[in-house]
């Protein structure tokens, strides 16, 4: 069954450094999310993207962070400058063209960041 | 506002059948997810519910009804491997587009 492919798994990054965060999703989905979840608290979303732009944004998406397409592929999550506070689990999630129906958000297995 | 209720943790016996309740009040209400998550995974999809009724599907249905904002998932012949906390998420388009928001989740436990 094809899957959202993240990496890296677990990433260590002192605070104030740029992080990318990667994301394969399924090959024939055309929306694409990001959505942290803070030790222990609830999964939240951050932002999603169709047709190489941005559809919508919470209020956490703030300046700092910013998401691209590089190529038909990949979908990335920079943080320019990051904070302790951003600290968290980063899950990546697809879903098919098709929004009526029963069409679930498929999520990647998540890029653990952790800020020192 | 949005607000998406769930107990907090729950437990139960191997072979038994749990429900678990989800209350939410949202703005641009199209659809409630149930997702799986054990600890340090990805969520995973258990079962979706758009209209008012029961879905069911193995060994785990789901139920709605979108006048009273009020969703349950319904684990039968309880496993171990049950154990993991259950999300609930109502698909928000209040943005035009669709996001989902998630509740904090309902820890279960499985116990021998």
């Known amino acids: 069954e094809p899957e959202v492919t993240q990496t890296p798994s677990h990433q260590v990054t002192q605070m104030g450094q740029e992080v990318i965060l990667r994301c394969v999703p399924i090959?024939?989905?055309?929306?694409f999310y990001w959505y942290r979840q803070i030790l222990g608290q609830k999964v939240e979303f951050l932002v999603s993207f169709y047709n190489n732009e941005i559809s919508e944004k919470s209020e956490i998406f703030d300046d700092q962070f910013s998401v691209e397409r590089p190529d038909g592929s990949n979908f990335t999550l920079k943080i320019r400058s990051t904070k302790l506070e951003d600290s968290a689990m980063y899950f990546c999630?697809?879903?098919?063209?098709?929004?009526?129906?029963?069409?679930?958000?498929?999520f990647g297995d998540g890029t653990r960041l952790s800020i020192l | 506002g949005q607000n998406i209720d769930q107990p907090t943790e729950m437990t139960a016996t191997e072979g038994a059948i749990v429900q678990i309740n989800c209350t939410y009040q949202t703005s641009g209400f199209n659809g409630l997810f149930w997702y799986q998550q054990h600890a340090g995974e990805a969520p995973t999809f258990l079962s979706y519910?758009?209209?008012?009724g029961l879905e069911e599907k193995g060994r785990f249905s789901s139920f709605l009804s979108r006048s009273k904002g009020y969703s349950y998932l319904l684990l039968k012949e309880l496993q171990m491997k049950d154990s993991a906390s259950y999300l609930c998420a109502v698909r928000d388009i209040s943005g035009g587009y669709n996001k989902l928001i998630f509740g904090a989740g309902t820890r279960l436990a499985v116990h021998p």
């Open positions: 999630a697809s879903s098919d063209y098709r929004q009526v129906g029963n069409q679930p958000q498929h």
């Open positions: 090959s024939n989905h055309l929306y």
């Open positions: 519910n758009v209209l008012d």
